[in-house]
């Protein structure tokens, strides 16, 4: 059995009123990619910050490691390497000087530290550069610089919030390879994002949340089974609402997810059979459709069919 | 405080400093302009302007050669130079514009005013200058005016001087106890002892300082609150970057970053001060009682405006904000506490106003360093009040830095 490395129980933030994470709970283990999916504002990144010692909790319990991180901040913040969403990173320094400050700040001493550089440097793909001030730098190339900075002391908990936010494909294909690898090593990482394709392709256990609470969680697979094997059909076109609810609600086994002026999210059985009825309904209702997108069993259409909105809202 | 990530501060700090070198020669140049120009409208180094008198004395007596000798006295041969000539050299020079002015002492000037007769003296002004010649005129009509009320005052023995080729000692007796009495029914009006006491403070100030010196102090202490303040600010530039963030998720305090940062800006105003002593001591010939001293001296005071300042500027809600405020505090910070206009150009009111605020307090004790008159009670108390309310600002800034910036 893997090890433990974080445990979140009953996790609560509030700001005032505002409850940006509310009963949040999930463990994460070694070797372990676990995902949290959600839109912007879902309390992803509350999450994170209360898991890496920035924000105190309201209520619950967070451990790193068995460290509570309110209680025994410092042994829990020890063991852990945080990658912000934004590039936290000196400008006016140079890639070689920044890896060489956050080391330090990690009790990271030569020769160790320089070795430890010169490797991180190459496996983002920076040793030309490494000498560059970082403002000189692209934004991917300072995306992979921040992800360098933040595995550099080759931490047992790996905190990554939306690391690939801006970056180019390119860049993109080389960061989600170094968290893979970052896994294989034994790192436990816990990977936040809105991209339901990198979740998809990157983690081994997800939890998708939405309005600060876990609204599902479980690998992939069992994800996908919530669903059935009902497919997505999205419509887009013109709808008047209540006629066009009031035809598709006649056909079996449909299930509108969502249902306004100008699209349809319909969730269905043998989509490709009843596709006949659902325009003749719909014809029927004085529908007008211009735009037809199947989509398999997915990630999103489990978040649409949970929220009854689109992950990018 | 972790020693090694202290040091790794401290060394990133001034590698950014390094790497900006006009933000560090902009917070030095403004204050080296504003001198300089201040410097150049005030006549550069030599504090009062200097002109030329030429005396064509013709009657070669002893009291002309008292009237051309009161030019040659302190204050009034630091502004004008005396050279005697003859009277159509000197009428030639005054015509080429060569001196201010020209005194012309005619033959029998001592008799006629030994004798109780109108005396007359000329004075020739160069129309070309305006200050200069104008203080010969009122130096040389006070000189005139003392002459009349002398000679209506001590006619008698003075007649009783010039009438006689060889006066004899009971004459001479007679004549001093007439000049005793004169001087004595003088007194109530003039009070000889405060006039030189007076003349003799300007006298030093003047030989010793010029407007240079006068002004390097307060240069020297914008200097420390604009770099300081500079240094202050950035501490934004890591909010926005993030950078603080990153910190606070890695086992090291903030304290050790705000430490770091306090030391770096150390050496960077080290350097400022130890150019500053430098300027004052070999440029503008001050003499400085301990440069070392002085040097320490500007160095706490800047880590003092540094503390001052961050802590000022951490309490704002934002970047924008940190500036307007820093603005609003260094500004008047810097006129008021003698670092802009030095406290010997202040009304008195307003000088004993900035002479406590903390850069007022602070340019004094440089000031008194520099002559060698500080008081070394002073100095402790200075460095006590510097711990103590450093290390208050200091804790203050880390606290705020965790809760707000991060």
Not at chain 2, 380 to 400: D, E, K, P, Q, W
Request: hydrophobic share 45%.
């Amino acid at each position: 059995m893997k090890r433990l490395m974080i445990e979140v129980e009953q996790l609560r933030k509030s700001y005032g009123e505002l409850t940006a994470v509310d009963g949040v709970s999930f463990t994460a283990r070694s070797g372990e990619i676990f995902g949290l999916l959600g839109p912007n504002g879902a309390g992803k990144t509350t999450t994170i910050g209360c898991i890496s010692g920035l924000l105190t909790p309201s209520s619950g319990r967070v451990k790193v490691m068995g460290h509570d991180v309110v209680r025994e901040g410092s042994a829990a913040r020890a063991k852990l390497g945080v990658v912000p969403q934004e590039i936290a990173l000196y400008d006016d320094l140079s890639a070689r000087e920044n890896l060489a400050y956050w080391g330090g700040a990690q009790g990271m001493r030569n020769p160790k530290l320089k070795e430890r550089i010169q490797q991180v440097l190459e496996l983002s793909g920076l040793q030309d550069r490494a000498k560059e001030p970082v403002k000189q730098f692209s934004g991917g190339m300072k995306r992979r610089l921040n992800f360098a900075c933040g595995i550099l002391h080759f931490p047992s908990v790996l905190l990554l919030d939306e690391p690939t936010v801006g970056v180019d494909p390119q860049s993109r294909v080389r960061l989600l390879e170094l968290v893979r690898a970052e896994a294989r090593a034994g790192t436990c990482v816990l990977y936040t994002t809105h991209y339901m394709e990198e979740a998809e392709a990157l983690c081994d256990r997800l939890a998708i949340v939405d309005h600060g609470k876990v609204i599902a969680a479980g690998t992939l697979a069992e994800l996908r089974s919530m669903l059935g094997e009902r497919d997505l059909l999205r419509l887009t076109g013109s709808f008047p609402p209540f006629a066009s609810r009031t035809a598709l609600e006649k056909i079996d086994s449909i299930e509108i997810l969502q249902a306004d002026e100008s699209l349809l999210l319909l969730s269905l059985a043998a989509a490709s059979q009843k596709l006949p009825a659902v325009f003749a309904a719909l014809a029927g209702a004085g529908a007008e459709v211009r735009g037809t997108t199947f989509t398999q069993p997915s990630l999103e259409s489990l978040f649409i069919k949970l929220t009854g909105k689109e992950l990018r809202e | 405080m972790n020693a090694r990530f202290l040091w790794s501060t401290v060394r990133k700090d001034l590698t950014r400093m390094r790497r900006d070198p006009l933000g560090l020669a902009t917070s030095l140049g403004i204050p080296l302009v504003l001198v300089t120009l201040v410097t150049l409208v005030f006549g550069g180094q030599q504090a009062v302007p200097q002109g030329r008198l030429l005396v064509a004395d013709e009657d070669q007596t002893i009291l002309s050669q008292v009237l051309s000798s009161a030019f040659n006295r302190e204050p009034l041969s630091k502004m004008v130079v005396t050279e005697t000539t003859a009277k159509a050299d000197g009428l030639r020079r005054m015509d080429s514009g060569d001196a201010s002015a020209l005194l012309i002492i005619p033959r029998g000037f001592q008799t006629a005013f030994l004798q109780n007769q109108a005396a007359r003296l000329e004075l020739v002004k160069n129309p070309a200058q305006s200050i200069l010649p104008n203080i010969i005129e009122e130096t040389l009509s006070i000189a005139v005016d003392g002459g009349f009320y002398l000679q209506r005052e001590a006619a008698v023995p003075l007649r009783t001087l010039a009438g006689r080729q060889q006066p004899s000692d009971q004459t001479i007796a007679q004549v001093s106890v007439a000049f005793n009495q004169f001087g004595r029914s003088l007194a109530k009006y003039l009070n000889p002892s405060l006039i030189d006491l007076e003349m003799n403070v300007t006298g030093e100030q003047s030989q010793n300082q010029g407007v240079a010196a006068i002004f390097l102090p307060a240069m020297i202490f914008m200097g420390l609150l604009f770099v300081s303040n500079s240094h202050a600010l950035d501490i934004w530039k890591e909010q926005s970057w993030g950078t603080l963030r990153r910190l606070a998720t890695a086992p090291v305090s903030l304290a050790t970053l705000l430490g770091g940062r306090l030391i770096s800006l150390a050496v960077i105003l080290f350097g400022v001060a130890l150019a500053g002593v430098a300027g004052m001591r070999w440029f503008a010939q001050v003499p400085v009682a301990s440069v070392p001293l002085a040097t320490l001296w500007l160095v706490l005071s800047g880590m003092g405006f540094y503390l001052l300042l961050v802590t000022i500027t951490v309490y704002a809600p934002n970047q924008r904000s940190a500036n307007v405020i820093e603005n609003l505090v260094i500004f008047p910070l810097a006129l008021l506490g003698g670092s802009f206009f030095p406290f010997e150009m202040m009304p008195d009111w307003m000088a004993s106003i900035g002479r406590f605020t903390p850069n007022g307090w602070a340019v004094t004790q440089f000031k008194a360093l520099v002559a060698g008159s500080a008081h070394a009670k002073d100095l402790a108390i200075g460095a006590v009040y510097f711990a103590v309310a450093g290390s208050a600002l200091f804790l203050i800034t880390v606290n705020r830095m965790r809760r707000k910036l991060i």
